[in-house]
């Protein structure tokens, strides 16, 4: 998957700075052959220089995919909640809430709005920059895995981006804009006590900012806003004890007994 962000181009200015001053430096050496300082100058003037190119380079590039891409129409508002993430989607007047897995159309531009400290994110393709608004381009489809950095405060985290074909995307859309189905399990999920935290529209809304939507939960690929799949055993650790499995886990311990913790895991994963 091969990705572009229109805020990269607040580099452009950065990189022509160091084009100029690059310029300046090898200037400055030329002139001072017997300086000790002349070689390191050189090789710093060489390698700012060669950054700046490949900036403007991906800079133009990022311009072009956006004169050449349709629009999606889609806006999905991301926010950083604890130590996981809510995504928000909205196109046409109607929205929906998921967590953690970023899906996006291949081949159109989407509008990313991170209402969070800004971050730098790096995925295997391409370096993004998530704060405000910004457009995003997925040119073809595919799964990746952006590693995002904040020098301050300090954090490190990961965020999973599905590039989805247009047809695949739209079904996705309908199916996330559905509530879940209610079922004999529903009530467990209640009477289990994930409800004071954890929202699935359809059987338990009460608004909630500190946990995930769990709605579609069982589609999703990964627990926790980690890379822990999203399988039975796994899921069944996660909810008896997430602190073992992630340092800093903000989810209580939830020691059911084991038939009732196999009822409501098979319950999860039939959320699709």
């Known amino acids: 998957m091969q990705s572009s962000v229109s805020c990269r181009m607040r580099f452009a200015v950065a990189a ?3 084009i100029a001053w690059s310029i300046v430096a090898l200037r400055w050496s030329i002139s001072r052959r017997g300086s000790p300082w002349r070689h390191r100058a050189v090789m710093v003037a060489i390698i700012a220089l060669a950054a700046a190119i490949l900036s403007i380079v991906s800079d133009w590039r990022s311009i072009q995919l956006r004169l050449r891409m349709p629009r999606s129409g889609v806006t999905i508002h991301i926010d950083e909640i604890g130590d996981w993430w809510r995504l928000t989607y909205e196109r046409d007047g109607m929205a929906f809430v ?20 800004p971050v730098g994110a790096w995925s295997a393709h391409d370096f993004l920059s998530l704060g405000g608004r910004s457009s995003f381009i997925a040119e073809t489809p ?9 020098l301050f405060p300090p954090s490190r985290r990961h965020l999973r981006i599905v590039a989805d074909p247009a047809p695949d995307f739209e079904r996705w859309f309908a ?19 994930c409800s004071y935290c954890h929202v699935i529209r359809g059987v338990a809304e009460d608004p ?14 990964t627990i926790g806003a980690m890379d822990m799949p999203n399988r039975r055993g796994f899921l ?14 903000e989810m209580p311990d939830n020691r059911l007994n084991p038939p009732v913790l196999h009822k409501l895991v098979s319950y999860l994963e039939t959320l699709r």
């Open 142 to 150: 595919g799964v990746d895995r952006a590693l995002l950095i904040r």
């Open 16 to 18: 022509i700075a160091a």
């Open 236 to 249: 069944s650790g996660w909810i008896v004890d997430s602190h073992a499995l992630k340092h800093g886990s």
């Open 175 to 193: 199916n996330e804009l559905r509530p879940a189905a209610t079922v004999a399990a529903s009530d467990l999920f209640v009477s289990s006590g």
């Open 208 to 221: 909630s900012t500190i946990a995930p939507d769990l709605t579609h939960f069982g589609a999703r690929r």
């Open 98 to 117: 998921t967590a953690n897995e970023l899906h996006v159309p291949a081949g159109t531009i989407v509008t990313l709005d991170c209402r969070s400290r």
